[in-house]
C-alpha cells in the first residue's frame, strides 16, 4: 500500500511540473503538488525510503 502512495506522489508531481511550465494551470495544479508533497512527507515519517 504505501508504493502505491509513493507511486501517486510521483505522478502528481510530474502533472505538477508538466502543468506548471507547460500549460500554467492556475490553482489546481499547487493543489496536486501539495497533496503530493504531503503523500512523501508521510511516506518519510512512517519510515519508508524516499528513493
Known sequence: MSNLLYIIAIILLIIW????FAYNAGQV???????????????????????
Do not use: C, N
Open 17 to 20: 511540473a508538466t502543468g506548471y
Open 29 to 51: 495544479i499547487h493543489i496536486l503538488l501539495f497533496i503530493a508533497v504531503v503523500a512523501i512527507l508521510l511516506r518519510f515519517i512512517k519510515g519508508g525510503k524516499i528513493f
